[in-house]
T-cell receptor
Framework: DTEVTQTPKHLVMGMTNKKSLKCEQH?????MYWYKQKAKKPPELMFVYSYEKLSINESVPSRFSPECPNSSLLNLHLHALQPEDSALYLC??????????????FGSGTRLTVV | KNQVEQSPQSLIILEGKNCTLQ??????????LRWYKQDTGRGPVSLTIMTFSENTKSNGRYTATLDADTKQSSLHITASQLSDSASYIC???????????????FGRGTQLTVWP
């Protein structure tokens, strides 16, 4: 298995809703990442998990709450989002954080629309 | 100033033609450089990965070059197909394990459109 699987592929949510994005990999990677990508822009790093511990939080608003239940799973919990949070959310994994990106693989993304 | 610059910003070519995309970077210390293809609304897919010592690497109709001295890379696409229409992103990874832990440096991408 050489894939990073993200679910759902599309999500529409209201500003008062609570939802979660899920990411899964079975490549034995110990680093997992969340990115946010707006249209026609490069991905922006949000969070880095290394060995299931949060190692980087790029000053992301608290309405985004990451969780790494185990080495294969990464969640992003969403609450009270704003319309400007609408974007493509990408998950990625690599063998280890800082290991020169060995095995760096992106998921297909979740297209989030906040109404 | 972005540390990874790509040109052109957009490109339109006819099906079957060749094209070359450029990437200049200032990120250091350099570890490796990657070219990704990203279809609209989808995640980036890796095309090539090049380390400091590699000058050229091919993947089917994609050929990447790297000049680590001038900090330039190019991606050449031969015999273009309609399915090549996508954004092509240059990504540089550093070798520093400190504050750059887990970071990729992205270019803004070249939007390629292939017309029939």
């Amino acid at each position: 298995d050489t894939e990073v699987t993200q679910t759902p592929k599309h999500l529409v949510m209201g500003m008062t809703n609570k939802k979660s994005l899920k990411c899964e990999q079975h490549m034995g990677h110990r680093a997992m990442y969340w990115y946010k990508q707006k249209a026609k822009k490069p991905p922006e790093l949000m969070f880095v998990y290394s060995y299931e511990k949060l190692s980087i939080n790029e000053s992301v608003p608290s309405r985004f709450s990451p969780e790494c239940p185990n080495s294969s799973l990464l969640n992003l919990h969403l609450h009270a989002l704003q319309p400007e949070d609408s974007a493509l959310y990408l998950c990625a994994s690599s063998r280890e954080a800082g290991a020169r990106g060995y095995g760096y693989t992106f998921g297909s993304g979740t297209r989030l629309t906040v109404v | 100033k972005n540390q990874v610059e790509q040109s052109p910003q957009s490109l339109i070519i006819l099906e079957g033609k060749n094209c070359t995309l450029q990437c200049n970077y200032t990120v250091s210390p350099f570890s490796n450089l990657r070219w990704y293809k990203q279809d609209t609304g989808r995640g980036p897919v890796s095309l090539t990965i090049m380390t400091f010592s590699e000058n050229t690497k091919s993947n089917g109709r994609y050929t990447a070059t790297l000049d680590a001295d001038t900090k330039q890379s190019s991606l050449h696409i031969t015999a273009s197909q309609l399915s090549d229409s996508a954004s092509y992103i240059c990504v540089v990874i550093v070798s520093d394990r400190g504050s750059t832990l887990g970071r990729l440096y992205f270019g803004r991408g070249t939007q390629l459109t292939v017309w029939p």
